[in-house]
């Protein structure tokens, strides 16, 4: 099935976001494509992925949970139509020959190779080069094109990929995340994740519909990944902290919001050291301004730790005494209670339904979500407690642990006010 056309004008367009609630205007998306097709069963455990996926289905399954955001009036962007815009630019072209060719994700190349990869991206359209970047190069599609013999291509296995494949992509929301009218480019802890955000920040930097933008942290900077970051509300951030997200990339993006007047309250949340490779957005994300579903097994574990700046603007951090999870965000929020709606309806299903991301919903308006239709249990609770569940499709989408919320980015959202009738939507 084709993709349909994304719209990637580069018009001005409203952007940014201070809550995970706030109507939807417009989000980021990245297609399943070719470098899902890059899958083996070698190679699909280091790139981070439980199984073999089922690409033509994963892409069936894509373009429904597209649509379905499409049908409430939420503008769609894609990844790679946008790359691709934006390596027509000269500039970027160049930048990203460098730091795919250099460095960390170049240095076992040798200069032969890296010579003739680098013609080759020189020579690329911008559609080729975006496939050469997110599906990757392999060692034989090398080795017959050079004109001498190499030891990297002679000793390398056919299937080793001299650039490797990001089939992480689909899950736009860790490489980026936006806090108001800027955007913070994250810095991914996972070798096999980490060209992601370098994609991410060239777009953001060179196209024209993001011109003038003001980034926040950046892919060399500690590591901060974007579903570990919750807006709870306006001013309010919960950052989970784990093997993803470290106690210094959660320190460093604390001051960068409190020197640009971002936040008031970040909210650093250890995650269990057993579930240290999960995102705070696998066991809890926002349904209404007042309203998580969270997982009940670490529920009543869960803490935080209150940050602060000593005086506004500061970047002087006060780190309160750590609190339960939701007493602290509740104080953090100015709010009684932020009430808890359980995944599953008891601890077997609620174990069975977070594994297949029961807890990581994307929320389109206030009491407004969209879910995996397989957790049939968490979608009755959420509508037992007043919020519409727009079902989706996830067979062959959650084979890389992901849920819809860790396949967006939401570029643009309104500010929290009036709640939003979903029926309106």
């Given at each position: 099935?084709?993709?349909?056309?994304?719209?990637?004008?580069?018009?001005?367009?409203?952007?940014?976001?201070?809550?995970?609630?706030?109507?939807?205007?417009?989000v980021?998306l990245?297609?399943?494509g070719?470098?899902?097709?890059?899958?083996?069963?070698r190679?699909?455990?280091?790139?981070?992925?439980?199984?073999?996926?089922?690409?033509?289905?994963?892409?069936?399954?894509?373009?429904?949970?597209?649509?379905?955001?499409?049908?409430?009036?939420?503008?769609?962007?894609?990844?790679?139509?946008?790359?691709?815009?934006?390596?027509?630019?000269?500039?970027a072209?160049?930048?990203?020959?460098?730091?795919?060719?250099?460095?960390?994700?170049?240095?076992?190349?040798?200069?032969?190779?890296?010579?003739?990869?680098?013609?080759?991206?020189?020579?690329?359209?911008?559609?080729?080069?975006?496939?050469?970047?997110?599906?990757?190069?392999?060692?034989?599609?090398?080795?017959?094109?050079?004109?001498?013999?190499?030891?990297?291509?002679?000793?390398?296995?056919?299937?080793?990929?001299?650039?490797?494949?990001?089939?992480?992509?689909?899950?736009?929301?860790?490489?980026?995340?936006?806090?108001?009218?800027?955007?913070?480019?994250?810095?991914?802890?996972?070798?096999?994740?980490?060209?992601?955000?370098?994609?991410t920040?060239?777009?953001?930097?060179?196209?024209?519909?993001?011109?003038?933008v003001?980034?926040?942290?950046g892919?060399?900077?500690?590591?901060?990944?974007?579903?570990?970051?919750?807006?709870?509300?306006?001013?309010?951030?919960?950052?989970?902290?784990?093997?993803?997200?470290t106690?210094?990339?959660?320190?460093?993006?604390?001051?960068?919001?409190?020197?640009?007047?971002?936040?008031?309250?970040?909210?650093?949340?250890?995650?269990?050291?057993?579930?240290?490779?999960?995102h705070?957005?696998?066991?809890?994300?926002?349904?209404?301004?007042?309203?998580?579903?969270?997982?009940?097994?670490?529920?009543?574990?869960?803490?935080?730790?209150?940050?602060?700046?000593?005086?506004?603007?500061?970047?002087?951090?006060?780190?309160?005494?750590?609190?339960?999870?939701?007493?602290?965000?509740?104080?953090?929020?100015?709010?009684?209670?932020?009430?808890?709606?359980?995944?599953?309806?008891?601890?077997?299903?609620?174990?069975r339904?977070?594994?297949?991301?029961?807890?990581?919903?994307?929320?389109?308006?206030?009491?407004?979500?969209?879910?995996?239709?397989?957790?049939?249990g968490?979608?009755?609770?959420?509508?037992?407690?007043?919020?519409?569940?727009?079902?989706?499709?996830?067979?062959?989408?959650?084979?890389?642990?992901?849920?819809?919320?860790?396949?967006?980015c939401?570029?643009?959202?309104?500010a929290?006010?009036?709640?939003?009738?979903?029926?309106?939507?």
């Amino acid at each position: 099935m084709a993709a349909p056309s994304p719209t990637t004008d580069s018009s001005p367009a409203p952007r940014g976001a201070d809550s995970e609630v706030g109507r939807l205007r417009s989000v980021l998306l990245h297609r399943p494509g070719p470098e899902l097709q890059r899958l083996t069963p070698r190679n699909n455990d280091r790139l981070l992925f439980d199984g073999i996926p089922w690409v033509a289905r994963a892409q069936e399954e894509h373009d429904a949970f597209a649509e379905a955001l499409r049908s409430r009036d939420v503008e769609v962007l894609y990844l790679t139509e946008l790359l691709t815009e934006t390596l027509e630019v000269p500039a970027a072209r160049a930048a990203v020959t460098d730091t795919t060719l250099t460095g960390t994700s170049g240095r076992d190349l040798g200069d032969p190779v890296r010579a003739y990869l680098r013609s080759m991206f020189d020579d690329a359209s911008p559609e080729e080069l975006t496939y050469l970047l997110t599906a990757g190069v392999r060692n034989d599609e090398v080795r017959s094109g050079l004109s001498t013999g190499t030891l990297v291509t002679s000793l390398l296995p056919d299937e080793t990929f001299l650039v490797a494949p990001l089939p992480n992509l689909l899950f736009t929301r860790d490489s980026s995340f936006w806090l108001r009218d800027r955007v913070a480019i994250t810095s991914l802890a996972m070798p096999a994740r980490r060209r992601e955000t370098q994609l991410t920040e060239l777009i953001y930097h060179f196209h024209p519909r993001f011109s003038g933008v003001g980034r926040l942290h950046g892919h060399h900077l500690e590591h901060v990944e974007g579903g570990d970051v919750l807006l709870l509300g306006p001013g309010v951030i919960a950052v989970g902290v784990g093997e993803r997200t470290t106690p210094a990339g959660a320190e460093r993006l604390a001051r960068q919001v409190f020197a640009a007047g971002l936040a008031s309250t970040v909210l650093a949340v250890p995650i269990a050291q057993e579930r240290a490779t999960m995102h705070l957005d696998t066991v809890c994300t926002m349904v209404d301004v007042d309203k998580v579903v969270m997982y009940p097994n670490i529920a009543d574990t869960l803490t935080a730790y209150a940050v602060t700046p000593r005086e506004p603007g500061s970047t002087e951090l006060v780190v309160a005494d750590p609190e339960p999870f939701l007493v602290a965000a509740a104080k953090a929020m100015q709010i009684d209670t932020l009430h808890r709606i359980d995944t599953g309806l008891d601890p077997v299903t609620a174990e069975r339904e977070q594994w297949d991301d029961g807890n990581n919903t994307l929320a389109l308006a206030p009491r407004l979500t969209v879910a995996y239709e397989r957790n049939d249990g968490t979608n009755a609770r959420l509508e037992e407690e007043g919020i519409e569940v727009i079902r989706i499709a996830g067979s062959e989408l959650g084979s890389g642990r992901g849920g819809p919320r860790c396949m967006s980015c939401p570029v643009s959202r309104d500010a929290v006010g009036e709640r939003v009738d979903s029926d309106t939507l």
